[in-house]
């Protein structure tokens, strides 16, 4: 097989939750690009149902699933849904996430649990569920979406609980890859640097800019041959890694 070929994956079933807009509608595309189908996932049910209309990809299949994945009986409800319309799980693509940007004096006990539950244990209960699938499967690929905020402190913003969530994961990524490995599951993260997104973009402060070595900001597109390396048979070594994506950000 080719190296070329190794980046293919045609066949195989992955779902990506945080998928009707930004970095995980971008992850979405590149899977059904590369021959995979696709469930793409999202608080707002509408929101997935627009995306999937504007991503379909002739010979993929992608359906819309609406759920939000802090929830453990939306977790278990999205994930029958998916092996009900797949009949199984190859690649699972965690990359729902929140940010609240206060400091720590400023953000309250019920702000810090949110973005716990969505960022670090919605993770928790997707990785997990998808795993018990791979388990019986013989392998599979778990992807996690970090941050560089996991390296390092995005000065000047404040966002502690976010902060601690993607550091968090980040070693939550590391152990589970290493739980992992005796059944042929991959477990890796990728670690976006400043991103414009919808979410983003009027976020985004021009001094940026020059902070970032090669003085620009990502886009989607940027990381979409990160995720299909991990998803497919190319990085069949690799695990338990992040692969940083930030415009050398964090080489300062």
């Not at 009707?20 to 996932?41: M, Q």
């Not at 990785?127 to 390092?152: D, L, Q, R, W, Y």
């Not at 477990?187 to 090669?214: A, F, Q």
Request: proline fraction near 4%; aromatic fraction near 8%; charge should be negative.
């Amino acid at each position: 097989m080719s190296i070329i070929d190794r980046f293919r994956l045609d066949g195989k079933k992955a779902f990506v939750t945080g998928a009707s807009k930004g970095i995980g509608k971008g992850y979405a595309v590149a899977l059904l690009e590369a021959g995979a189908d696709v469930a793409i996932i999202a608080r707002d049910y509408e929101a997935t149902k627009k995306a999937t209309e504007e991503i379909a990809v002739k010979g993929s299949k992608v359906i819309p699933i609406g759920g939000d994945v802090s929830k453990p009986e939306d977790v278990q409800r999205m994930l029958a849904m998916i092996l009900d319309e797949f009949g199984t799980i190859d690649i699972a693509v965690n990359n729902a996430g929140i940010c609240i940007n206060k400091s720590t004096e400023m953000m309250t006990l019920d702000e810090w649990q949110h973005v716990m539950d969505v960022n670090l244990t919605g993770v928790f209960l997707a990785a997990k569920g998808a795993a018990e699938v791979m388990i019986k499967n013989g392998g599979g690929s778990i992807i996690n979406t970090c941050s560089m905020a996991a390296h390092i402190i995005p000065e000047p913003q404040y966002h502690c609980a976010y902060s601690a969530s993607k550091a968090g994961l980040l070693h939550f990524t590391k152990s589970l890859a290493a739980e992992l490995a005796p059944y042929n599951i991959r477990v890796n993260c990728i670690s976006p640097g400043y991103t414009v997104t919808e979410l983003t973009k009027d976020v985004i402060k021009p001094s940026w800019y020059e902070r970032v070595p090669m003085h620009k900001v990502g886009s989607p597109e940027d990381l979409q041959g990160a995720l299909l390396y991990f998803a497919s048979s190319a990085s069949a070594y690799t695990t338990g890694e992040d692969l940083l994506v930030d415009g050398g950000f964090c080489c300062w």
